[in-house]
């Protein structure tokens, strides 16, 4: 239904839903988070967002002959166009399992609930795996009482998918029961073996952990002296590191990845892929316990115990690799684009995290390269210990999201009103000036647009 000024003026209150909220609602109810993963994921390999962004407009355009005027809409909330977060999870908005208590409110401020009035576009980066994006995004989003989409959800191992044209048949290492396996299959891998499937065709293999009746009825039964691996991902945390670390030292020392030989010159194993490399990480413990980062070190340290000095190279994803940084910048500027209807590259991405050694090194270094700015936050709810000093300092140490959130928000309202007012002093009335890029002083956004012509792809800048 269309409604014309007229219409409006004489016949009381009309309300018309935006065509591109039905589609995103249509999209939410039956497309579901795997297909919004998997079409986000689409978009970011065939298309390059800067370039596009050149050439789209950014402002509206008079409307042509014979083209009908725009329905009367409502207006959505305005969005920061100049700014996003993007955060770590555990230590920062989860903590053992539950919320840490600042966090939901954080999410509320960014969601609109500030004094602003001002939804900010927000990404999650967690080195932590072991279940798709999807069911990640279901806890997260149970967890805080927000609904969070896998276009929103980087793993540590979610840019493992870009490698499953390199190999045939990779080992996948880690997690609860068959959730890796289920993981690796999700992505496309075409033939997944697990360090159950191993066990099972030759129990030998490790003499002190034997598998229980529920992992010997999910391993596949196969002769693994004729299967070659073409390479080891350890997509999550191990759950028996004697076991697993024994079966990566077995392939690291074979002849051409068969399990069951050995090398004379213990460099003919399969490529080891880590999905992160953080040491220590934040759980329900007081203490930090220990993390992906310790099992590599032990692989790759025993490995040179046993072949009387050889090296081992591993590779790691997740932060601080620049790689992972890289893959966050493109899937945060198509959340912008297809939520927000930004279609431009944030100016400054804060990133909140509680590791100095991966979230604030990254991040940092990411920055010293990236054409955007990024900017650390350490918070002190996670790993990093109040009153110490971090190895990798951020540009701000907050006590919780909720301040990092709100010193983000503050630092670009100051910005904001600097620029309006051409660097004079604070204090000038400018107290509501939004962070949209408008810059009109003392009003509010309207609760109607007239019209909401269709060629406008993002908010009007600075």
């Known amino acids: 239904m269309t409604a014309t000024e007229r219409d409006i003026k004489e016949g009381g209150p009309v309300v018309i839903t935006p065509e591109r909220m039905m589609a995103q609602r249509s999209q939410s109810q039956h497309g579901g988070f ?17 370039e596009e962004a050149m050439i789209s407009p950014t402002s509206s355009s008079p409307e042509t002959p014979g083209t009908p005027a725009s329905p009367l809409t409502p207006a959505d909330p305005p969005t920061a166009d100049s700014f996003a977060f993007a955060f770590d999870i555990d230590g920062v908005l989860i903590r053992g399992g539950r919320p840490i208590p600042e966090a939901i409110e954080a999410m509320k401020v960014l969601n609109g609930g500030n004094e602003y009035g001002m939804k900010v576009p927000y990404i999650f980066l967690t080195n932590g795996g072991g279940k798709t994006e999807a069911e990640r995004c279901i806890d997260l989003s149970r967890q805080l009482d927000i609904e969070v989409s896998p276009a929103q959800f980087i793993c540590g191992h979610t840019p493992m998918r870009e490698m499953v044209a390199k190999y045939e048949t990779v080992l996948v290492v880690g997690g609860e029961g068959e959730k890796c ?38 391993s596949r039964k196969r002769n693994h002296g004729e299967t070659k691996i073409g390479a080891i991902f350890v997509f999550a945390d191990s759950r028996d ?25 213990f460099d003919e194993g399969p490529p080891i ?24 070190k032990m692989v790759e340290m025993l490995f040179k115990d ?42 400054t991405v804060y990133f ?47 006590d919780t999201v909720l301040d990092a959130v709100q010193h983000g928000m503050k630092r670009e309202f100051s910005k904001k009103m600097q ?21 009109k002083v003392g009003t509010k956004t309207p609760i109607l647009e007239i019209s909401e012509p269709s060629s406008e792809v993002g908010t009007p800048g600075l």
Do not use: C
């Open 34 to 50: 795997a297909a919004s993963l998997e079409t986000a994921r689409n978009e970011l390999a065939q298309i390059d967002l800067e």
């Open 181 to 218: 396996r289920q993981v690796a299959e999700g992505y496309g891998f075409r033939d997944v073996v697990t360090p159950g499937d191993i066990i099972k065709d030759n129990e030998a293999t490790t003499p002190f952990r034997k598998l229980t009746d529920e992992e010997r009825a999910n």
């Open 273 to 296: 892929y880590f999905s992160h490399n953080d040491i220590v990480w934040s759980a329900a413990h007081d203490n930090v316990r220990l993390g992906m980062g310790a099992l590599r």
């Open 352 to 398: 909140v995290g509680d590791t100095p050694e991966s979230d604030i090194r990254g991040t940092n270094q990411f920055n010293d390269k990236s054409k955007n700015e990024w900017y650390s936050i350490l918070v002190k709810t996670g790993v990093y210990q109040d009153g110490t000093e971090p190895a990798y300092p951020p540009k701000i140490t907050v």
């Open 241 to 265: 590191w004697a076991g697993d670390i024994q079966i990566i030292l077995d392939l690291a020392m074979s002849k051409g990845g068969y399990i069951g030989t050995l090398s004379e010159t």
């Open 306 to 347: 046993l072949t009387k000095g050889k090296e081992l190279e591993t590779i790691a994803f997740g932060k601080p690799q620049i790689g992972t940084f890289e893959f966050a910048t493109r899937l945060l500027q198509q959340w912008r684009k297809d939520e927000y209807r930004i279609n431009r590259p944030p100016e």
């Open 419 to 439: 620029k309006a007012t051409g660097g004079m002093p604070d204090g000038l009335g400018l107290k509501h000036l939004p962070l949209n890029g408008e810059t």
